[in-house]
């Protein structure tokens, strides 16, 4: 069970991992315009040290999720707080996100 059970997770792990980029990308492009995705996309942004280390605990903090859920009786209470530490950092970047897009209009 205990091999089953490693075997699922290393699976589920290289999955999360190739998606992670698509679904990234799929959701800039819903909050950032056009011509700032652009920019995003040359990798003015992806490059910024606080960016990848907030994607990087919300990709362990869902990893963490996806394996309470494996549990016979997860707790739901860890998945709760998971889901508001996920939030928060996504709120991080799209405070970051806004305050970009604030100063490059007040520059035009």
């Known amino acids: ?12 792990t290289i999955n999360v991992i190739s998606f992670a980029k698509d679904n990234i990308e799929e959701t800039d492009r819903e909050i950032i315009p ?3 995705h652009r920019m995003h996309k040359m990798g003015h ?3 910024d040290p606080e ?5 990087t605990i919300i990709e362990i903090k869902k990893l963490e ?5 494996l549990n016979e009786n997860p707790d ?3 998945i709760e707080k ?17 305050k970009l897009n604030f100063e490059r209009e007040c520059k035009h």
């Open 51 to 55: 960016t990848v280390e907030a994607r």
């Open 76 to 78: 739901w209470e860890k």
């Open 82 to 98: 998971l889901n508001i530490e996920m939030a928060t950092e996504e709120a991080k970047l799209r405070t970051k996100r806004m």
């Open 34 to 36: 056009r011509h700032i």
């Open 1 to 12: 069970m205990k091999r089953l059970l490693g075997i699922l997770m290393m699976i589920l």
């Open 45 to 47: 942004h992806r490059n």
């Open 65 to 69: 999720i996806r394996k309470e859920l």
